[in-house]
């Protein structure tokens, strides 16, 4: 069989896997946070018909005589950079200017969840032995019917809580007149009498790699292998190893936007023509080459 048959069909292939990174880019176009994702390619093994020879006295050298085999997936990358951020005006809309995410995650373990009125709210160390943790750049959060900051799907955002140093999640009390987060990260409100106090400071996380970070859905991250990890001293993730809003070169807090997906329309229809047309080039090359295995099988007529 000839070998540009199997070629096209690892290009298809490729091709095919572009289209699919590209249809889910543009899917979430508008999608909060979102990173889009990439795909790059490599050549597959090249089968030698001769080898290379060094110059003599008489003749100069020679190069190698190679035939591609195809290509194969090389990467999908997710591209991590920053959004276009869109002004909301609500309080809870949060956008991170900079690197880092936000912390969030669910109970694992019984936890004291109090009735607003401010008791405390904390939970055990280390994090991630109480909670199951996940990382978003997503900030539209909500308060639940206790008080608490979290997700649209009812994960809590995990700070400091109130005065304490030990992590927790954020309470702002029932009783509470209004309330405000700041660039640092830190939540106060007005309570009954008028008085201002700190309900807590959200805490973001920096990663290595952040591109190695293993998106799970729900506009959610894990960390992996490859992604390095915020726990330094290997006894789980505790508030010391979360970085505050601001400092230490992680993202500060905008109040009151949102940011948006980092996908480029125009780029992504322009990597569509691209796969496409790739696509087509190589079923080319496969009808070419059956015409050609056609012609052979009519030399016996």
């Known amino acids: 069989m000839l070998r540009s048959l199997y070629s096209g069909v690892s290009g298809m292939k490729n091709f095919q896997t572009k289209l699919d990174v590209i249809g889910n880019n543009i899917a979430n176009v508008n999608t909060y946070g979102f990173k889009k994702g990439r795909v790059t390619y490599k050549d597959l093994m090249s089968q030698q018909m001769a080898g290379a020879s060094a110059a003599t006295a008489n003749t100069s050298g020679m190069n190698a005589k190679q035939v591609g085999l195809g290509s194969a997936l090389s990467s999908i990358d997710t591209i991590h950079t920053g959004g276009a951020n869109q ?126 970070l293993e998106k799970i859905g729900g506009n959610l991250y894990k960390e992996s292998g490859n992604s390095g990890t915020i726990d330094r001293d290997d006894n789980g993730i505790d508030l010391a190893e979360l970085e505050i809003p601001g400092q230490n070169g992680s993202a500060t807090i905008m109040t009151g936007f949102l940011e948006m997906s980092n996908v480029d329309l125009a780029e992504e229809f322009t990597d569509m023509i691209v796969a496409q047309r790739g696509f087509q080039s190589n079923t080319k090359v496969i009808t070419t080459s059956d015409e050609i295995l056609q012609e052979l099988m009519n030399l016996k007529r």
């Open 87 to 212: 002004s909301t005006g609500r309080t809870l809309d949060l956008a991170l200017a900079g690197d880092g995410f936000f912390v969030v995650g669910t109970i694992l373990e019984p936890a004291e969840v109090n009735n607003g009125e401010g008791e405390d709210n904390t939970i055990s160390e280390p994090i991630d032995g109480a909670m199951n943790i996940s990382y978003t750049r997503a900030g539209n959060f909500y308060l639940d019917d206790k008080g608490f900051i979290v997700t649209s799907d009812g994960q809590y955002l995990i700070g400091e809580a109130g005065t304490s140093d030990n992590p927790g999640l954020i309470q702002i009390p029932l009783t509470a007149k209004s309330f405000n987060v700041g660039p640092d990260g830190s939540v106060s409100y007005v309570d009954k009498d008028g008085q201002l106090a700190t309900a807590g400071q959200i805490r973001v996380a920096n990663f290595a790699n952040d591109g190695g």
